[in-house]
């Protein structure tokens, strides 16, 4: 069993932490936020005066924090704390560059670094079924992965420092293009006449199929689990999908790469976080593209 | 066995009139162009010296043509001489107006009509395994049921009249902007250093997964018989793509429907068409996102 130090007891690190416990590791846990730290405690985690004090006797160091900023602040105070050899995953969504930079330092202080997002949520988090995209060296990956199988179900290493970011950022472009397109067409389909079921009957078994449709489809009815058939409560909130297709458009500036639809993917899930639906399942983009229902 | 006109012999309706002809059906066919016509009189249909008099002892009329004005053209001069109560089929993807002004005017002329583009390109039409997407009475698509069933292998009914030109739109819509996305997120983890490969092994089973991704996949390698492993040969050519989202366009401002990814999408395939890449397969508009290779 680890010693292992977990900075960021948010929605997604607090349950996270808790697992790791439930698992017979050794946790010392650290948050900016007194409620986030009182909650971690009775899941077992011990609470660390400091960031500094959490990580002092870790094997391992997880962080799990809103941004690069936070990750490259976090990091620049505990790296001097952590022994040599130890390892840090950064559990964090977060820019690419931040993520590479997070690397380096990690390097230069003779520690081994993984970034390892996450999808599956605060179900997924709660769950231990979360999905972690790694970046990192073959060593690196080989000593986060069975900690990560405490958390988890699907693990994997998506190739060197910063890979696992570009995964998921990369996935979740294409997710967020693609269900807008599946919003249009049920729209579309509703003012040509044409059914929702009938629409899906069609596509769900030729070339218009997508997670998106078959999965989480966005009008009630054809998949009974969508958050469609709950009135749009998340599920992967609209806010969060902003988050991520704005990291895929800084990192696609940074490398000077195209991305049309990623670009009018992010500007329409900005107009719908703006008018206010940023809690709403991002499927609920849907009643965006409907309109406003007319006045009788 | 029914007595078949076919009106319209190129590149998919001669291999569906002939495979009407296997199935043991008289099929008596008309096309403007005179090789079409030595074709599909090689192949055991009977070329009639009009499209008149092809349709005069029918009981069941089948059109494939381009585009809308020709199908209402076609209809208007044919009409008059087929027999009150013969079922016409058109098979053509026309936009959703012209389509439903064709059923309009078989009514009023006492015929039966169905709507019934199909997917699954030259190929499907040679094969026999088209899917139709039909719309219109139940009494037209059961009488039309068993004579596409010798053209195709999924034959659904999507609603009335137009039903299911509306039907393929969208799924083309769909599919038009979620392969654009696709190749934008492989051209982006190129240039993040994230392999194609580790991208498909993510996405694939996650909630970037799509048709165009494990199917149709526009990289070479993951999926072995997509067209990028054949440098882009069709496959589905991107100008029929481009007539597909033009279509669902015109579809989407005749009933004030809010499509920005579906029209986003029809432009960048109208710039790529417009490089001379309409013959190409559509999924090599990730070349174009990539952008002209540097000079060494």
Redo the contacts between chains.
């Keep these: 069993m680890s010693k292992i130090a977990f900075i960021g007891l948010g929605n997604m690190g607090a349950p996270m932490a808790a697992n790791l416990v439930k698992a017979g590791h050794s946790v010392a846990g650290f948050d900016l936020v007194d409620a986030a730290k009182t909650a971690a405690a009775a899941s077992g985690v011990a609470i660390a005066a400091s960031a500094r004090e959490a990580v002092a006797s870790a094997d391992t160091v997880v962080t799990m924090l809103p941004a690069g900023r936070h990750v490259l602040t976090a990091h620049a105070e505990l790296l001097s704390a952590t022994a040599k050899g130890a390892l840090v995953i950064d559990c964090s969504t977060i820019d ?1 560059d931040s993520a590479r930079k997070a690397h380096e330092a990690g390097g230069a202080a003779g520690v081994l670094t993984l970034d390892a997002p996450v ?1 599956g949520g605060v179900g997924g988090a709660s769950g231990g079924t979360l ?1 972690f ?1 790694c970046g990192g060296s073959d060593e690196a990956f080989a000593r986060a992965k069975p900690i990560l199988e405490n958390m988890g179900k ?1 693990i ?1 290493h ?3 420092a ?2 696992g970011q ?2 998921k ?7 967020g ?2 269900m ?3 919003c ?6 509703e ?5 929702a079921q ?2 899906f ?3 769900s ?9 078959t ?2 489809c966005p009008v009630p009815g054809p998949v009974p689990a969508s958050p469609a058939n709950r009135d749009y409560k998340p599920g992967f909130a609209a806010a969060l999908m902003l988050k991520d297709l704005r990291l ?1 458009q800084e ?2 500036s940074s ?8 670009a ?2 992010a500007q ?1 899930y900005a107009l719908y976080v703006a008018a206010d639906h940023g809690g709403d399942d991002f499927s609920g983009i849907i009643n965006f ?3 406003a229902p007319k006045e009788p």
Tied chains: 1, 2.
Excluded at 184 to 189: G, K, N, P, R, V
């Design positions: 690419v999808s999905t995209m699907r994997v998506c190739g060197g910063g890979a570009a995964a950022i990369c996935n979740n472009m294409i997710l293009a693609t807008i397109v599946t249009e067409a049920f729209a579309l389909a003012k040509l006449g044409l059914s009938a629409l009957d069609v596509s078994t030729a070339s218009g199929q997508s997670w998106s449709l999965t989480y895929a990192a696609a490398v000077g790469a195209l991305t049309p639809l990623g009018e993917a329409l593209l409907r309109g």
